[in-house]
Nanobody, 121 residues
Framework: QVQLVESGGGLVQPGGSLRLSCAAS????????MGWYRQAPGKQRELVAA?????????ADSVKGRFTISFSRDNAKTAVYLQMNALKPEDTAVYYC?????????????WGQGTQVTVSS
């Protein structure tokens, strides 16, 4: 089992910045992909950004050049971050941290509880 705790959401004006954090603990070994998804009201959950344990990244076209995903890892914890700059009202959504663990028995996805990001003047 992997436990995820998110922090960093809030209300910000257009053009502002926020940094989301997600701390993973528990059986963090064999986590090979970490990412952030978001879901706006009435819309499907969508991938915002993902990063592999080797450092390869993938971004939604709508956030390229504005958002940066990164991670840190030590023996006890893994954390994934999303730096969001030049925020727009359309970035308003609940943001979810996701990690994918690859084990001999298969792949397992874990989700955070979600953190609200609201971009409004």
């Amino acid at each position: 089992q992997v436990q995820l705790v998110e922090s960093g959401g809030g209300l910000v004006q257009p053009g502002g910045s926020l940094r989301l954090s997600c701390a993973a603990s528990g059986n963090i070994f064999s986590i090979n992909v970490m990412g952030w998804y978001r879901q706006a009201p009435g819309k499907q959950r969508e991938l915002v950004a993902a990063i592999t344990s080797g450092g390869s990244t993938n971004y939604a076209d709508s956030v390229k050049g504005r958002f940066t995903i990164s991670f840190s890892r030590d023996n006890a914890k893994t954390a994934v971050y999303l730096q969001m700059n030049a925020l727009k009202p359309e970035d308003t959504a609940v943001y979810y941290c996701n990690v994918r663990q690859t084990m001999a028995s298969g792949e397992y996805d874990y989700w955070g509880q979600g953190t609200q990001v609201t971009v409004s003047s």
